[in-house]
């Protein structure tokens, strides 16, 4: 991990850490938004792993706990790096890149190393079961079900990243790459998602707090300032920071204000001893709120304004009252001593990873200059992408004309089956399911709210696309297999499902599971008859906990949107604006289930810089005249142009499929 000292320059990787240059250590706070799964490399047989579940996490070979690999996240970035710069020689100079015609192999300046999880309340490790749906009755296929473990939303990782530049020239470039690429951990776009299943909303993360300390190890303090250290001091230390920034002063660690906030007195001992004889005020200067310089020291005294005279708490006056601590802001958490200069080495944290690097670049003089500004304006993202934000309530119309809007919609129920809560299992055999959702505080509180769904949720709409393609290509031209291979491409489809198919992954995603908002509990009570005498079956009692009514936020995002997709998304949103046939959850023979899009918005981002185009398509439907539904209109003819066959193949036609 660390260079080797007996190295000369001459024999030095010029692509790699060199025996001197600079060294940023990062840690970074990662918390899961969604349930996830990161699974193992290798799966576990039944009999050793001595439980049932089928896919089980990765986890550390020696302590057990759930795990991140620095290579997934390495991955991650690498990819995120290069879908937003589409630079491959960008993404080399930060995560290196391995033999190439005529460039030969390059190190990464970016190490990183494994991430263990933490879940929420230091659980256990949930385990749900997962079924495979028939596409053509959205029914369970028979004997497709297993069991998996799912890494619960606000499961926490704490990563470890060091980028080393050789070059002192090279540290303002690394540092814009690292921070693009860790753009997709904060943005509310389609980011970085971790673990399997990523398209039906699992894996959503973000990152809430970085820490970064620098240094330059071709000064002597700043090399044994590194060097010095073993690993398990290094993690330590990083996470100690995260934590006082997140919980307040603990230990060696407090906040040092660009405006300090200025106390008279310091914080109460468990014992406070007898109050002293009041001192004038010139005989001790206020002190600001800050850590001793002794990790030894009680970390509730405060430190002296001169560290060179040390005092007792005896010689600090004592008001009646204590002055307010300002609160300070989110870049401004250190380990840097009341009175001293900051350390070259010192760790500073905060929530934006751009503003975390220049404070610290600005403790070094300005050694470099980030070329990114913090909000990233001014840097083209180069993601061709389309998002449709969907506003879905729990809800039907009484009538299938969405231009009637003055007509309330009924309420409706909605089932997607779990086991019912710690304290309700005694009044209930199956609820509806309930998960984490981020309530958007800064310490990350999490609390149980109702969800729409998320694998459900996305087989509704790839169910109800795949219906409307078939319909219109049978409408079209008859039967045939091209609007299959068609729809796979964008909704994902499975290995030998039809002939001459193959696996394809989904270009259609689901960014989160949504959570509902309003809407209330209802149980009902239901029986089970016999078909041929007509009275209730002995034993065959069950109740049900339903949530009534409600509405969502749903995004989905397609990446290289194309007019034929854009067709199609429009159409199921029409399907979901009026009266739909599908149905969501369990339930749907007794009326559960209904679906209604009361907004929907469709942004298209074409990766150039240009403004990103929008198209209301419920308003394409309630004004069939306006600018929306001309749009609208104009994406069909390719759509039916996709999904019926080409009738000679030809040079003309090649590549015609996307």
Not at 199 to 208: E, N, S
Not at 247 to 271: F, H, I, R
Not at 365 to 370: I, R
Not at 569 to 586: M, W, Y
């Amino acid at each position: 991990m660390t260079a080797d000292s007996s190295a000369s320059d001459d024999d030095a990787d010029p692509h790699g850490p060199g025996p001197t240059g600079l060294v940023w250590e990062f840690a970074v706070r990662l918390r899961i938004l969604t349930d996830g799964h990161v699974g193992a490399a290798r799966a576990t047989p039944r009999h050793v792993a001595e439980s049932d579940v089928d896919l089980r996490l990765d986890r550390d070979p020696l302590s057990g706990a759930p795990r991140l690999r620095a290579t997934t996240l390495a991955g991650l970035l690498r990819h995120e790096l290069l879908a937003r710069t589409a630079d491959p020689e960008s993404a080399a100079a930060l995560l290196g890149s391995a033999d190439t015609p005529g460039a030969g192999a390059r190190s990464s300046a970016l190490d990183l190393d494994d991430a263990h999880a933490v879940l929420p309340g230091n659980g256990a490790v949930p385990v749900r079961v997962g079924t495979r749906v028939d596409p053509a009755t959205g029914s369970v296929r028979p004997g497709r079900m297993w069991q998996w473990e799912v890494l619960p939303a606000g499961t926490v990782f704490t990563a470890h990243l060091r980028l080393r530049a050789a070059d002192p020239a090279e540290e303002a470039r690394l540092l814009a790459l690292l921070a693009l690429a860790a753009r997709g951990l904060t943005d509310e776009g389609p980011g970085i998602r971790i673990g399997g299943r990523t398209g039906r909303g699992h894996g959503a993360v973000r990152a809430t707090r970085w820490s970064a300390r620098r240094h330059d190890l071709t000064d002597e303090e700043g090399w044994f300032a590194y060097h010095a250290r073993d690993w398990p001091t290094r993690w330590r230390e990083a996470e100690q920071a995260l934590s006082a920034a997140e919980t307040g002063p603990v230990g060696s660690l407090s906040a040092e204000s660009a405006e300090p906030a200025e106390v008279a007195a310091p914080a109460k001992p468990a014992e406070p001893p007898e109050p002293p004889e009041p001192a004038g005020p010139a005989d001790v200067a206020p002190a600001k709120v800050a850590a001793p310089p002794e990790p030894a020291a009680p970390a509730d005294v405060a430190a002296p304004a001169n560290p060179a005279e040390p005092t007792t708490p005896a010689d600090v006056a004592e008001p009646a009252e204590p002055a307010e601590v300002a609160e300070p802001r989110a870049d401004e958490w250190t380990a840097v001593a009341p009175g001293a200069e900051p350390h070259p080495s010192a760790t500073r944290t905060g929530t934006d990873l751009v503003e975390v690097m220049r404070f610290v670049l600005e403790e070094h003089g300005g050694a470099a200059t980030l070329a990114l500004p913090p909000d990233g304006a001014g840097v083209v993202d180069r993601r061709r992408r389309a998002e449709l934000r969907l506003e879905l309530h729990v809800a039907e119309r009484p009538y299938p004309d969405p231009g009637l809007s003055e007509l309330e919609p009924r309420p409706a129920t909605l089932l997607i089956g779990d086991a019912p809560a710690d304290d309700r299992p005694a009044t209930a055999d199956r609820a509806h399911r309930r998960g984490p959702a981020d309530t958007g505080a800064p310490d990350g509180e999490l609390e149980l709210r109702p969800v729409l769904g998320d694998t459900a949720l996305f087989a509704l709409f790839k169910r109800i696309g795949r219906r409307l393609v078939r319909d219109a290509a049978e409408h079209l031209v008859g039967e045939g297999s091209r609007w299959r291979e068609w729809h796979g491409h964008w909704w994902g489809d499975d290995t030998g499902r039809w002939p001459d198919t193959r696996s394809a992954p989904s270009r259609v995603r689901l960014r989160a599971t949504p959570t509902l908002t309003g809407g209330a509990p209802v149980t009902t009570t239901r029986l089970t008859v016999d078909a041929l005498f007509g009275d209730e079956v002995d034993g065959h009692l069950f109740t049900t906990e339903l949530h009534c009514g409600g509405s969502a936020t749903v995004v989905l995002d397609v990446s290289e949107p194309d007019d034929a997709v854009r067709g199609l998304l429009a159409l199921i949103v029409r399907e979901l604006a009026t009266v739909p046939l599908d149905t969501l959850g369990a339930g749907a023979g007794t009326g559960s289930g209904r679906l209604l899009a009361t907004r929907a918005v469709l942004t298209t981002h074409e990766g150039d810089g240009t403004e990103p185009g929008e198209v209301d398509l419920l308003r394409a439907l309630t004004e069939p005249d306006g600018p929306d539904a001309a749009i609208a209109r104009g994406w069909l003819p390719e759509l039916h142009r996709r999904i019926t066959p080409v009738p000679e193949p030809g040079p003309a036609d090649e590549g015609d499929l996307p």
